[in-house]
């Protein structure tokens, strides 16, 4: 075991500095030496600007065609349907995806699409995001976004490891004729206060976008009451973004993309509480004036070259680095009398790799396409517990605490290849098949060689239908194995139920999937999509313990199927969609993290089917913008769902809900003197529903969580 903490290997700024200043800038229109830099102040020639313009349209869809779709779902969010929701830019991104059919909202921010627990993989320009150790903020921003598409059902060779969905970011497009930037301010209840910061710029063929945003908010988690406030609830949250790229010439371009997210949360308290045990020398503890925290950090690195070679092969190079952690602190005397156990956890991943893809055009009916993708990490955990001493039965023999210091260290790898052919057999049909080999080898070493297969058919020019297979292969999420070391607690108020604790496997599903689109009009388009998926070693994941940090564990089997609906209305003045899911997800047999689990529950769920936590059998979305003759534009977004599941081995669910958020967006123009800015009032939760989305009972469950209350917010922004 150690201690140490690994220090991230930020070699990517460094590598993107030396290359820029070794690499000059060569004309973009002949491939010849640059022109001399013009006078300070002097705009960019105009034929120079379109060609630099075109140049990066093209790398734009060289890298955009690396990543096929082929008989996946598929939805997509542009730059209008992003600022026509009713919080615009300051949405938070899993607002954001909860407005795409089969996705359900769950506490501390947790999103689960179709059925599955989180599972959900990140990418910027088509490179993956390792993932963050979940916590409750989010680790991305919806402000460097020009638009998303999120990709699920039976996905390409292309993508691996988190197969529920795919959000594919595409951020603003690199300017090149002018630098200036956007500076907003906002504020409104519970104490909101919210600034944020964009500014991009060109010189030549060097472009750049920064952002950054604070918040600070007086209802950071979901409170534990039904109250309209919350007690010590605060968070102070900071976000920042940056990307830089640098043309090479007419076929190629190196990028660096960073961003870093610190995350500061009170965790609330629940006034009346009656202390289960009792501390030598302790005053008497309200709960309602608890002092637990909890810190989550987020830093990522990508360096990219994009380049070409002749007119039928693209490729994209990208070396990364994360590193992320999340520290629970705990009210030391309080999490003693009221749990038995204050445990100081910093959890910490740091991860290095590297993702290459490449497409060669091998005739006009095949394009082939190939990469691989290897990454190195090391997971950290620091934990340091108070306990009372227990006996057999649990009840504290003594009322003086002992220290137990938990610390573990995992080092992993994981890596793949794969490689596909996208055939078009005729002008309406589009196939795509291939295969990818994944290796992981953290506390467990395996290996799975994954066959895919989607096809795309045009039934005449309105009407679209896809369906697709694919195998899947999902490792554990390394920084969510569950490390505590079960001996070390025995006879302790923190003793386990079992001691029975399997490694957690690697997840193995076959997934079915098909749907169809129709353009019934114009300006009217619905969809409908069928899914099935069987799964081995199915993963799912839990708070388990007084630290607010998910432990990943495997059912033994999973069944989960569904249907998605859609529809979507694109007009001049008008646009809406309105969302409706079903779902059925279900597992048998606790497998790995066992621990965890009293010896009941254990028995029953592995002679029956149960309902998986973070299932919800009917989810809806719905979203209307209108915008009026004097330049005003209403808009209003809402959510429905009939209830997560609660009750001993989930076999109940909580009463269903109905949200709605409601905003109106005005610019308004003052003259010369101070130019054009843009207001937004908006409204969350416009009727006060108080709802609740975990009762604190369930399959891995800690505690309530109510949705937020009512809220009113104002915000000015200024273009410059």
Known sequence: MSTSQPRARTFAPALALALALAYPLSSIADGSAAAPAEPAGAAAAPTQTVEIRGVLQRLDAARNGLSPDTGSSIYRIDAQALKNLPQGQDTPLNQVILQTPGVVQDSYGQLHVRGDHANIQYRINGVIIPEAISGFGQALSTRFADSLTVLTGALPAQYGYRSAAVIDIQTKGEAVDRNGGHLELGAGSHAQREASLELSGAQGGLSWTLSGSLLHDGLGIESPTAAASALHDATRQAKSFGQLSYLLGDLSRISLMFGTTNNRFEIPDVPGQTPMYALTGAPTVDSAALDARQREANRFTVLSYQGAAGATVDYQVSLFNRSTDVHYQPDPVGDLVFNGIAANVLRRNVANGLQADTSLALSATHTLRSGLFVQDETFDVTNSASVFPADAAGNPTSTTPIAITDDTRITGTLWGLYVQDEWRPNPALTVNYGLRFDKADTIVAERQLSPRLGLVYALGERTRLHAGYARYFTPPPTEKIDTTSVQKFVGTTNALPSDANTSVKSERSNYYDAGIAHQLTPRLTLGADAYYRDVRHLQDEGQFGNALIYSAFNYERGIIYGLDL?????????????????????????????????????????????????????????????????????????????????????????????????????????????????????????????????????????????????????GVGKSF
């Open 566 to 714: 859609s529809a979507s209305w694109r007009g001049d003045a008008l646009n809406g969609y309105l969302n409706l899911s079903l779902t059925h997800a279900r597992g048998r047999g606790i497998e790995s993290g066992q621990f965890n689990f009293e010896p009941d529950e254990l028995a029953y769920i592995a002679n029956h089917w149960v309902h998986l936590d973070h299932e919800q059998t009917l989810s809806g979305s719905a979203g209307i913008s209108y915008r009026l003759a004097g330049g005003a534009t209403l808009s209003a977004a809402a959510l429905y769902g009939s209830g997560l599941r609660n009750g001993f081995a989930n076999s109940m669910h909580l009463p269903s809900y109905t949200t709605v958020d409601l905003a109106v967006v005005r610019t308004f123009d003052l003259g010369s003197q101070f130019g054009r800015f843009e207001t937004r009032l908006s409204v969350t939760n416009l009727f006060d529903r108080v709802y609740e989305l975990r009762d604190g009972s369930g399959i891995g469950v800690g505690a309530p969580q109510f949705g937020r209350r009512r809220g009113v917010n104002i």
